[in-house]
Structure formats: structure tokens, C-alpha cells
């Protein structure tokens, strides 16, 4: 669970209830068909603008950014080095059997290709190949919440529009003047406040983790073309260190001595 997913959107919408709270009255603000015509819109627009077999996907893209197993580029680089350190020692071919015990299924691919021999410029195609798939998924994942934070206000705007038309339709009668403007304000308040504070922010947070994903990734393929070439695993670790940040570098260097220590 990121708990900083679920925090940004209690505080950001509580904030916004509390304002509202302190300067008038909550009820005012909850009209049921404002939020069908922002929601209900946005959701319409997206099924026009996306094939059927991609909104499948739409619970599973809000699933992630709630749920998400942080990645541990730290134990990536322990681990290819570890794999450098047996192919200097026994060969490439004896990377097979710590192949299997590899959870990544990228990682464990890199792996059985250079174990079968393929020409190291082929290895690179593949596994980039491969990487460029995965961005593509991610772009259009991250693509379609972007798709509904565009959407939400403009949806807000056309309900805005209709409660201005109904209000124009009652000119006659002063009473009924205000709560129809009341109407078409809070649907563009509805549109701004889901786009801003919900999809917009969650395809950001796609992208993040996008990026940590495709670097993890491209340290992988570096990593392992380096143990084709028969690099020396002092030079691998240090190349792998120039991916990530200095922090996570001097713990990789504790963890690294510690291990050689036991």
C-alpha cells in the first residue's frame, strides 16, 4: 500500500472540506447531478477516446497507484554482482541455475540469453526491445488519467453552461436566480477539484514510478552486458553505482562490506 497515495488524498480533499466547512455550509456543495455530469462525463469521453480492451485495464491502473511494492535498486546491484562474481568464478553457464531462483522476470530473460551464448548486440536489442514495450504500457497508462484530468473541467464547464441556461430560462422569477448560478458554479468547482486532485496527481505518480521502473531496468541490461563481456565485478558494481543517488550509494557500499565481513 503507498500510504503516501491514500495521505495526499485525505489531507487534499479534507483540506477542501474544512475550507468550505469554516467559510459556509458542506451541504451546499454536495449537488448529485453536478458530480453525474462531471463524472459521468469524464468517464463517457474516456470510453470514446480509449478501446474497449484498455478500460479494462482502468481498475488495475488505479489499483497501482494505491498498491505498489517499492523497488530495491540497492538489492538489483547486490544481486548482479553477486551473478558477476559466479560467472568470473564458474562461467556463464553456471548463471542457469541462479537463474531460476530469480523473481524478476526481466532480469531472469537477460539471464538465460546470455547463458544460451546470443551475440551480446542481440541481447541489448531484445531486453531494450522489451524495456520500450514496457514504457509504451506505462505511457498509456499515465496517458489516460491524463486523458480524464482534461476531460473533468471541461465537463465542469458544460455544466456550468446548463445551469447558466437554466437560470436564463427562470429570469422571470428573482428566487430561483441564485440557486440555479449556485448549480452551475459548483459543477465547474466539481470538474477543477477531480481533475487537480485526483487524476492529474495519480498520473503523476504513474510516471514516477514509471521512470524508477525503466531505470531499474536499464541498470539490468548494463549490468549484464557487463558480465557477458567478462567484466571484472569491482568495475561492474562501480558503473551500476552511477544510477543511483549518492545516499544510496554509500549504503549499498555498508551493505556490500558487511556481507564481505560474514
Known sequence: MDIATLMGLVVGFGFVIWGIMTSGDLVTYIHLSSISIVLGG??????????????????????????????QI??????????????????????????????????????????????????????????????????????????????????????????????????????????????ALITTFYGALFANLLFLPLAQKLDIRSKSEVLLKELMVEGLLSIQAGENPRIIEEKLKTFIKPAQRKKLQEEVESEAMV
Open 74 to 183: 540497492n538489492e538489483t546491484i547486490e544481486k548482479i554482482i553477486e551473478l558477476a562474481n559466479v560467472a568470473r568464478k564458474e562461467g556463464l553457464l553456471a548463471l542457469e541455475e541462479f537463474g531460476e531462483n530469480v523473481d524478476d522476470e526481466f532480469l531472469k530473460k537477460g539471464i538465460n540469453l546470455i547463458v544460451d551464448g546470443t551475440d551480446p548486440e542481440l541481447v541489448r536489442n531484445i531486453l531494450e526491445t522489451e524495456l520500450n514495450f514496457l514504457e509504451e504500457r506505462h505511457d498509456q497508462a499515465k496517458g489516460m488519467l491524463e486523458a480524464m484530468g482534461a476531460y473533468a473541467p471541461a465537463l465542469g464547464m458544460i455544466g456550468t453552461l446548463i445551469g447558466l441556461i437554466n437560470m436564463l430560462k427562470e429570469m422571470d422569477d428573482p428566487a430561483a436566480i441564485g440557486p440555479s448560478m449556485s448549480v
Open 42 to 71: 469524464t468517464i463517457g469521453a474516456t470510453m470514446i477516446a480509449y478501446p474497449i480492451k484498455d478500460l479494462k485495464g482502468l481498475g488495475k491502473i488505479f489499483k497501482k497507484t494505491f498498491i505498489y511494492k517499492e523497488l
